[in-house]
Structure formats: C-alpha cells, structure tokens
C-alpha cells in the first residue's frame, strides 16, 4: 500500500528557513518522479517543485525559483522541500504525491504558517 508522509511544517517568521519530508513506503521509491504541491487557504493546489527517479534533474514553480530546493535519498526513501526566504504568500499546507502504477496518491500534508 503505498503512503506518503509530510512532516516538517511549523510557524516561522518571515524570512526564515524549514525543511519538509516526506516519508515514503508501499513501492519502490527510486523508480518514481516525486512531487511537492501546495495549498494555500481559499486557493488552489499548485505544483511547487518536481524530482526525478534519480534526483538529478529538478524543476520549479516560478514562484520559489532560488528560494526552494527539492531532493531526495533513495536510500531512505525520503523526499525533501528545503523552504528559505520564507514569505507570508508562502503560506499553505504542503503535500507530498506520487504517480505509481497509474494512479495518483497524495500524502495528507503539512502546514507551514509564515507569520511574524
């Protein structure tokens, strides 16, 4: 069964820094291009940054260019969204997904709050 866990989030002020992970079990996580989307309140979901199978080539929503980073250790099967810079619009509830086997999963996300 495939689950996919975010954890990571938190209050932080403007201009700070979090890390995001999201734990990955249920299929062979190095076979996959992983992905990080975002929801703010009372906007949609948008897609933040995307990884490959091997980690070696990402890409970003223009939004977060130069202040988000995306990566991955296979042998952990872990993902990561490192978050600098941190701006109130930032602000949303970030998810972890996957496409495996045809089918779209999500994990059930985790809140970063940009307040000061």
């Known amino acids: 069964q495939v689950k996919l866990v975010e954890s990571g989030g938190g209050l932080v002020q403007p201009g700070g820094s979090l890390r995001l992970s999201c734990a990955a079990s249920?299929?062979?996580?190095?076979?996959?291009?992983m992905s990080w989307y975002r929801q703010a309140p009372g906007k949609e979901r948008e897609l933040v940054a995307t990884i490959t199978r091997s980690g070696g080539s990402t890409n970003y929503a223009d939004s977060v260019t130069g202040r988000f980073t995306i990566s991955r250790d296979n042998a952990k099967n872990t993902m990561y969204l490192q978050i600098n810079s941190l701006k109130s619009e930032d602000t949303a509830v970030y998810y972890c997904?996957?496409?495996?086997?045809?089918?779209?999963?999500w994990g059930k996300g985790t809140l970063v709050t940009v307040s000061s």
């Open positions: 997904n996957a496409w495996v086997g045809g089918m779209e999963y």
């Open positions: 249920g299929f062979t996580f190095s076979w996959y291009r």
